[in-house]
T-cell receptor
Framework: KAGVTQTPRYLIKTRGQQVTLSCSPI?????VSWYQQTPGQGLQFLFE???????NKGNFPGRFSGRQFSNSRSEMNVSTLELGDSALYLC?????????????FGQGTRLTVV | AQTVTQSQPEMSVQEAETVTLSCTYDTSESDYYLFWYKQPPSRQMILVIR??????QNATENRFSVNFQKAAKSFSLKISDSQLGDAAMYFCAYIAGANSKLTFGKGITLSVRP
């Protein structure tokens, strides 16, 4: 069974640009969550999607958005990039959704904003 | 708000020895789950062990076990017979409710001395 796949693995962008990150969950998983990991703030929850609907959202500005497609693949978008957006972005999938489900993580996308 | 605290930023253990990583949490929920995740240099988060709050028995997975003290809101991880491959960052995490939002501690870097 293939794991969670995140693309690209590395990305360098310039301030003011926008970026789209992709996450393909484990087959059959309908819940996809996104996390931002930085040395200063640690791991912070961005949002969760389940069956193409955003079910939960963290405390991030509106520049951070996401969506989920009918095949459960998810994308997150960051517009008007800032230097502080440099981070490792992790995606996790689980099924069935809920606290009893183990979250399986991808290897992340390392975003560097210059 | 739920919080997870890992007060030790770094720890070191001799190979084959035992080490305990500490974690405390704060919640008003009665039904929740606690996790320890391992993040090696490859950056992929791997679930080490899970504890259901309603279970009094401490979870065990091979060399990994927890000491769950619900009243004290403490959840420590014991690694027995430490191996070089155990060197990684370890995160304590909490989840409750009907969604999949994980709240993480800041993490602890564990090094294993040969």
């Amino acid at each position: 069974k293939a794991g969670v796949t995140q693309t690209p693995r590395y990305l360098i962008k310039t301030r003011g640009q926008q970026v789209t990150l992709s996450c393909s969950p484990i087959s059959g998983h309908r819940s996809v969550s996104w996390y931002q990991q930085t040395p200063g703030q640690g791991l912070q929850f961005l949002f969760e999607y389940f069956s193409e609907t955003q079910r939960n959202k963290g405390n991030f500005p509106g520049r951070f958005s996401g969506r989920q497609f009918s095949n459960s693949r998810s994308e997150m978008n960051v517009s008007t990039l800032e230097l502080g957006d440099s981070a490792l972005y992790l995606c996790a999938s689980s099924s069935p959704a809920g606290q009893r489900a183990e979250a399986f993580f991808g290897q992340g996308t390392r975003l560097t904003v210059v | 708000a739920q919080t997870v605290t890992q007060s030790q930023p770094e720890m070191s253990v001799q190979e084959a020895e035992t080490v305990t990583l500490s974690c405390t949490y704060d919640t008003s929920e009665s039904d929740y789950y606690l996790f320890w995740y391992k993040q090696p240099p490859s950056r992929q988060m791997i679930l080490v062990i899970r504890q259901e709050a309603y279970k009094q028995q401490n979870a065990t997975e091979n060399r990994f076990s927890v000491n769950f003290q619900k009243a004290a809101k403490s959840f420590s991880l014991k690694i027995s017979d430490s191996q070089l491959g155990d060197a990684a960052m370890y995160f304590c995490a909490y989840i409750a409710g009907a969604n999949s939002k994980l709240t993480f501690g800041k993490g602890i870097t564990l090094s294993v001395r040969p």
